[in-house]
């Protein structure tokens, strides 16, 4: 019923379909260079559909693998954004008290700083690949899903179930993976899916300052790094990665959207 979720979903699909597959429907290898076909605009050759780059690359190409490299780092920064903030929210939420304040006031240290001057820093002394960026952009952005997952610990934790789970006798490791993480995951999956949308593009932001994915290998953020120097000249050269982040981040919101409006049953009351 959702539209936008649907279509948000059918292009995310084939946004993974076409990097797990970017082997074998690339026309040309993404890093051969031809300097005789230098900025080929669009449709105008039929072995270069969508042109080619400053050296002659195939853009369509390097649009394709460019988009593998992007979702690798959304969907591993996913991971271990929802993984530290699932540990921290968690323990916060089920044991309270000091341990609580500590990581809250932890978690509201992190939150001051801005994520971009965060990832900035941190890329600055880390070689940049595929998992190092990833990682920093995952360690950097747990804040949020650590106080979605505490507050609903905090209001699962006062049910009847986990009461008489405790009076029971059920061992903490038991009620914390048995009776309230289950309970309390739906905001979750809502969260993964704008986090891989937040990953692509804070990938994109530190790949177009240079500190991101180092070229020849292609993310569509260099790729717009590559294009700024000629704008005027070949225009396409960042208006299609440009697109392609655009279309991305949209699509992953509107699923997210959907996800949320279907996992909350206050919205269907």
Known sequence: QHRLAVAGGGVVIMLIIMALLADFI?????LSLDTQRRFIPPL???NYILGTDEMGRDLLSRLFYGGRISLVVGVSAMFATIVTGLIIGLISGFYGGKVDMILMRFTDTM????????LLVLAAFITPTVISIALIIGLTSWMEVARIIRA???????????????ALGASEGRIMFKELLPNAIAPVLVSATLNVANAVLMESY?????YGIQPPLASWGNMLTNAQSYFDLAPWLAILPGAMITLTVMSFN???DGLRDALDPRLRM
Request: hydrophobic letters at 45%.
């Open 206 to 210: 530190i790949s177009f300052l240079g």
């Open 44 to 46: 105008k050759e039929s």
């Open 152 to 166: 609903q610990i905090q209001y699962v934790k006062e049910q009847d179930f986990v009461q008489a789970a405790f």
């Open 254 to 256: 509107f699923l997210g």
């Open 111 to 118: 939150l001051c700083f801005p994520q971009v001057f965060l």
């Open 26 to 30: 690339a026309p040309h290898d993404p």
